[in-house]
């Protein structure tokens, strides 16, 4: 005889053969799908047709409702759309893509028939034996094959089916081939309409179940197997039926296919004129899960009795009447339910043995006598937390979404104490599918593009944190590659995430591949931003609100950048507005006001471009710069120092701690408070800083350059010393610019003792806060001053002129721009209805900007002034003893050594090398010069051209520079070296 021949192409060449061609394939299949659609379609599975259910995703993988949460390769659309089997998909698909090529041929050996539940059921003709599923259910209940009730759910007999034992040991190795026996398949389905099957190896001609022989544990192996499940759903609760379980009203559940047949003959009356339907459960865990048919008014649980003792258990397990009261408990509610046990107390009994120990009638009678279920207090209990559990399920589902994955799949389900956590398939020892716990529940509801960092992308993940709350994360894509994802696991692990085994890594690994439809368009930083360039701006508050997006468009500002609810928004815009009213009323503290304005000064410094600037608060403690810190941030936050998200915070921060409080600041404010914390170097590099608005340049471990925090905001500075006092007396260099950048105002002659009751009205801005600074760029948007930024800057920039008066130079009229954003700030404000009436802005700012030239920081905007009053300090601090004569008593010797200068009746000369050092060293040495010839103190020359001498008489030939003794009036050693004039000048 010929063997027949079997046509296969191997799982490895198919695969690589259509990939790309998924759309080419479910084309040729009748499904009408287009390459890049984004639309359901109606479902073309056979069983289902649902519409707008079906889709393709972008890697060619289907999903639909009825496939529970998994997606379809196209060979399993092959299989479902047209009835294949595994081997046939695989050959239809290759021959699709024309790669016929890969089709080889082999003998058949009866072991290529695939075991899922479809390919069972439609088994070729050849395989089949139609009449074995009969004679084995005959032969079990001890009757004529013709007088067997069959199911109406599918049944196949199979000539020969292969028997596999599960692989040997751990890990990949293969399902050991037993040997190949008749089968039975008996096809399950649900109310849903959710289909599966289920094997009985039987006998030759069905007389029993086959005899398998014993494991390599030496028990007899199970003649009894589920079909093998395609994807990872439960399939708990379908069943095999006889009769119309939709139309039907009473149904009969049974334990195990053959006592189900029992059942069927006693009640086939019933079941033939549609008043009864038969269900077969797999097990008593399938009665459990047993969902009745919509129609159906009364259940009677058909229930094996266990209460003989066993060797291993001589307590009776009562699992039979266990699953039937545990369905009693899900079900008495939606129809009624009785529970018929069979057989005497005391055994192992089930209705097949009454059935052929007492023949169909007593089944009849022993079912028709079931006891009414009727709930204990226990079991309603128990119930009630079950309830609560899948509800707890559902939430989990709904707050934190699982990807979709097409490697393997994770799924939410309840712990043994009653925990929700996601769940991955694995196997178990005997290669069976095990859902086993990875970690609490964690989703990607949206990917992320951020709008301010180049479209890049990254995911908004919500987390259950350790107090059951849902937490939300943003992560940045390009996180995945630092150093094996740490920075995310730790983000997540902050959240609250709790993880069993490496389930921290495979949370890490559906991160990586999650591909979440939902989009949402992120900034990292508050402020005003725009979409693709447009001038049309919005803005975005610290607390997250957006304020002018265009409303078809999602925007926010990540997760990690806002201001907690905690610090946000507090109380109403009427008691913030109270308390700067009382503030305003204190007659001789005008810097409170100067706060209060100080909030409104930011929108306007980002919308305009101007740079980051601010003023400093200086004076002895006590004296209320605290209190207009907090008047200033309270527009937008809680002034909170002992919150690390509020906007005021302590200076007492490393470089890297300013840069990132100014990025939370950029567009409102940010206060520092107490530069005591800090040294006068540290607070130069970090005004200067601040006000370039960019972070430092730093590289990631892989040497690339990471993106840099960017800000423009406004700063409130306070300290007990002016910012020059400050630098200079921690040995810093004091430089113009930074007075330039954050002027002085120096608040010491404020009254400190003010009323307590006026003290507690203005401190009740910590009660009100978050509303007055969103409500001013409400009002700019609303009046359309959003688009007039040149506008604005050209008001800012004549305030700033008038300010610094006719004739001003560069570094005035820079050093008055804060005071002018402040009066333009502040009028706006007051015209806004948002400042108090009583805030006289101008007077306000008028008296900052008086206090700020009478400092000593507003010299500094004078370098060659003083360049030249160092130079002088520097001479008279080191005269005759570092400074001497170039004449010397007969009899002493030359103390040349130990000059650093020298004097005569006309010169005093300065080497070249330190003249940098001793006029201050804000000015390079040509500068220096020019500023000592302007001034009239160059003494000698080397030629008209140089401000420089070459000689020094009595001491020799090197670069000085020769000032004029004349200018510093010294007579003898008991007169001061020099008398400094108003204006400078000797």
Known sequence: MTAEITRYVSWKDARAAIEGHEVEIVNSLGIPWRAGQRDHIRCPYPHHGGADDWRLNSKGRAICTCTGGKTDSVFDIAMKVEGLDEEQA?????EIVGRTDLIRERPGDGQFQATDAESLLKARPERRDEMLPRAYLAHRLGIDATAVLMPMTPVVGLKGLGYYDPPRGKGTGKPVHVGDFP?????TVDATGRQHAHRIYVAPAGAGKADLGRGPNGIERDAKKSAKRVGEESTAGRSVIWGDARRAPWCLIAEGIETGAAVAHAFQAEIADGRAYVAAAINAGGIEAFAPWPETKRVTVAADRDEAPKIMQPEPSRRGEQAGRIFGIRNHKRASVAIAIAGEPGTSTDWLDVHNTQGAEAVRAGILAAVAYRPTDEEIRDERQRVEGLNNLAQAERDYPLPELDTFTLTYKLTKTGRVKAHKWVKDEEGQLILSPISTPFGVPARIRYLDQADAYGLRITVEDMGGRCRAIDVSRADFAKQGASETRAMLYAAGLRTEDDGDLIAVKVLKAADPQNEIAVVRTPGWHSLDGSLDRFFVCPSGEVIGAPDNQALELSISSRISEAVAVGGTLEGWQAAVSAAASVTRCPHWALGAIAGFAAPLVALTGLDTCGVNLSGTTSGGKTTAQR??????????????????????????GVEGMAARASGTILALDELGHVTGKELGKNIYSLASGVGKSRMTADAQL??????STFIVLSAEKSLEEKVRGDGGEWYGGMAARIPDVDITNVDRAVDQAVMARIQACD???????PAFVRKLIELGYHLQAEQIRQAINQAADKLAGPGADSAMR?????????????????????LPANVDVKSTVDWAWGKFGASTDAAALNPEEQAVNSLRAWVAERWDSEVLPTEIEIGTKAPNRNASAWYDDTAVYIPAHRIVEAAGGTLKETEIGRALDAQGLIAKRKDKDCNFHTFVPKVGRFKVYALRRAEFRMVGREESPFAVHAGGRL
């Open 90 to 94: 695989k050959i239809r698909c290759v």
């Open 183 to 187: 089968c039975a398949v008996f096809g």
């Open 631 to 656: 008047l200033a941030v309270s527009a937008w936050s809680r002034a909170a120092l002992d919150k690390r998200d509020s906007l005021l915070q302590s200076a007492r921060a490393t470089a890297n």
């Open 706 to 711: 990471r993106a840099s925090h960017t800000w």
């Open 767 to 773: 009660q009100h806060y978050g509303h007055a600074g």
């Open 814 to 834: 820079r050093a008055a721009l804060p005071f002018a954003i402040l009066i333009n700030a502040g009028l706006m404000a007051c015209r806004f209805g948002i």
